[in-house]
C-alpha cells in the first residue's frame, strides 16, 4: 500500500509516539481486538525500534501491515485486521 492508497475514514485512529515497548504492541493488539475482521487501525508510532517491534508483532499475529510516512518525523501504519 502506498502513501496514496485509501483508507476508510471509519478506520480507528491510535497516536502511540512516545509510547515506549512493549506497551505500544499491547495497546496496538488490544485495539485491533476491539475491530471487526476486516477493518482498520491506524498507527502513529516513532520511527526506529517501536516501528519494528509492533509492525512484526502484527505481521506474526497474522494481520495485514502497511507502512507510511507519518508527521513531525513519526511513521504510520496501517493494519487490517484478518480474521
Same mark, same amino acid.
Given at each position: 500500500?502506498?502513501?496514496?492508497?485509501?483508507? %476508510?475514514?471509519?478506520? $480507528? *485512529? =491510535?497516536? !502511540?509516539?512516545?509510547?515506549?515497548?512493549?506497551?505500544?504492541?499491547?495497546?496496538?493488539?488490544?485495539?485491533?481486538?476491539?475491530?471487526? %475482521?476486516?477493518?482498520? $487501525? *491506524? =498507527?502513529? !508510532?516513532?520511527?526506529?525500534?517501536?516501528?519494528?517491534?509492533?509492525?512484526?508483532?502484527?505481521?506474526?499475529?497474522?494481520?495485514?501491515?502497511?507502512?507510511?510516512?507519518?508527521?513531525?518525523?513519526?511513521?504510520?501504519?496501517?493494519?487490517?485486521?484478518?480474521?
Amino acid at each position: 500500500m502506498s502513501d496514496s492508497a485509501a483508507v %476508510p475514514d471509519s478506520a $480507528l *485512529q =491510535l497516536d !502511540l509516539r512516545g509510547t515506549p515497548c512493549p506497551l505500544n504492541f499491547i495497546r496496538s493488539k488490544l485495539a485491533l481486538e476491539k475491530l471487526d %475482521p476486516g477493518a482498520w $487501525l *491506524q =498507527l502513529e !508510532l516513532d520511527p526506529g525500534e517501536p516501528e519494528q517491534m509492533v509492525a512484526s508483532g502484527l505481521r506474526e499475529a497474522g494481520h495485514r501491515v502497511e507502512r507510511q510516512s507519518g508527521e513531525g518525523g513519526g511513521v504510520r501504519l496501517l493494519i487490517q485486521r484478518l480474521g
